[in-house]
């Protein structure tokens, strides 16, 4: 695939009419059986299992939403370093990002005030065999990289959530 081929159309649109670049992506969450620590996810395209993690009381066989939100990192940076590294001819024979995010359950069972609720640190690993690629290449990729991946920055600079019942 020519990804600057393919992305040259679009580019165009998106400069012609800003309006055109503009998505909304809907995600559905429901009940997915009778227990419940356990819910389907509808992304439009593929609904996904999901389940409270085991450490607070799931069944652990499916993705616990910290974990879906740890992949969604992780494929955002993935997809944007390997498109960022493609355009830019950067050479490259294998790239792996590998996400891990601190929790403390205690927080998330309301058993204790003074810990969080949520991710206490996200940690992203970059690991890229690259043996052709310059350093001046390799410090590009990180900074288009990290400029560019949607959930990183969206985690970074959160947007103002509307909660509605």
Do not use: N
Request: aromatic share 4%; charged share 20%; proline share 4%.
């Amino acid at each position: 695939m020519d990804l600057k081929e393919r992305q040259a159309p679009l580019k165009e649109q998106y400069r012609a009419d800003a309006d055109a670049a503009r998505v909304t992506l809907t995600a559905t969450a429901s009940t997915a059986d009778d227990s419940p620590a356990a819910c389907s996810v509808d992304l439009g395209r593929s609904i996904y299992a999901a389940q409270a993690h085991s450490g607070v009381g799931g069944a652990g066989t499916a993705a616990c939403s910290g974990d879906l939100l740890l992949g969604a990192l992780a494929a955002c940076a993935q997809l944007t370093a390997q498109m960022a590294a493609t355009s830019a001819g950067i050479p490259f024979k294998e790239l792996r990002v590998t996400v891990e995010g601190d929790l403390d359950l205690r927080g998330t069972l309301g058993i204790s005030r003074h810990a969080p609720v949520g991710f206490a640190a996200i940690r992203v690993r970059f690991d890229i065999d690259a043996p052709e690629a310059t350093e001046h290449q390799r410090r590009s990729l990180r900074r288009t990289t990290e400029a560019y991946c949607v959930v990183m920055q969206t985690l970074l600079k959160p947007p103002a959530i509307d909660v509605s019942w």
